[in-house]
T-cell receptor
Framework: GESVGLHLPTLSVQEGDNSIINCAYS??????FIWYKQESGKGPQFIID?????DKRQGQRVTVLLNKTVKHLSLQIAATQPGDSAVYFC???????????????FGRGTQLTVWP | DADVTQTPRNRITKTGKRIMLECSQT?????MYWYRQDPGLGLRLIYY???????NKGEISDGYSVSRQAQAKFSLSLESAIPNQTALYFC?????????FGPGTRLTVL
């Protein structure tokens, strides 16, 4: 069955360092992946996405890498700041009636803590 | 104003009671979703709707029902609440690119 999981439940980094959050997925038919950030008391917020025909995509201070061979996804945050402290979820898309964004399966999340 | 709103934000109820959680959106999206979040389990899909006449079960629909009253409104009901339905509930909407989440409803069933 579909399964999206995280390698580490928690990650602590020092302010200014780079952070890498990892995610494994099991459905080789998934064609779209998203990273979400969830701050305490709030709903998840979109960070960055990537389609399966890409290996890398960059945003502002964030980069997502996709390795389809080993079904692995990672989120890299450059120069991590205290405001980056949150739970990060990866999600994979399962198509519905040919639609790109049918339904999402979420990983369990990684708690990122940034200390000064 | 928030694009996706949920009411109530917090609710404490007793076993056996009927509860309705409501979601409204101003984004004009056709697709709406209800998720449940439990500690250590991420978000799990309860029900989803791709338009007003379309309702689909998600991974964990048992014990829940939904109603899509209009494009902008999608409500989740617990007909007879039980303690293991204590969780954080999120509504989301989407276009073709990403899902936008509401602020969540924290439900406690005693």
């Amino acid at each position: 069955g579909e399964s999206v999981g995280l390698h580490l439940p928690t990650l602590s980094v020092q302010e200014g360092d780079n952070s890498i959050i990892n995610c494994a997925y099991s459905n080789s038919a998934s064609d779209y992946f998203i990273w979400y950030k969830q701050e305490s008391g709030k709903g998840p917020q979109f960070i960055i996405d990537i389609r399966s025909n890409m290996d890398k995509r960059q945003g502002q201070r964030v980069t997502v890498l996709l390795n389809k061979t080993v079904k692995h996804l990672s989120l890299q945050i450059a120069a991590t700041q205290p405001g980056d402290s949150a739970v990060y979820f990866c999600a994979e898309n399962i198509k519905y009636r040919g639609s790109t964004l049918g339904r999402l399966y979420f990983g369990r999340g990684t708690q990122l803590t940034v200390w000064p | 104003d928030a694009d996706v709103t949920q009411t109530p934000r917090n609710r404490i109820t007793k076993t056996g009671k009927r509860i309705m959680l409501e979601c409204s959106q101003t984004k004009g999206h056709d697709r709406m979703y209800w998720y449940r979040q439990d500690p250590g389990l991420g978000l799990r899909l309860i029900y989803y709707s791709f338009d007003v006449k379309d309702i689909n079960k998600g991974e964990i629909s048992d014990g829940y029902s939904v109603s899509r009253q209009a494009q902008a409104k999608f409500s989740l009901s617990l007909e007879s609440a039980i303690p293991n339905q204590t969780a954080l509930y999120f509504c989301a909407t989407s276009d073709n690119n990403e899902q936008f989440f509401g602020p969540g409803t924290r439900l406690t069933v005693l």
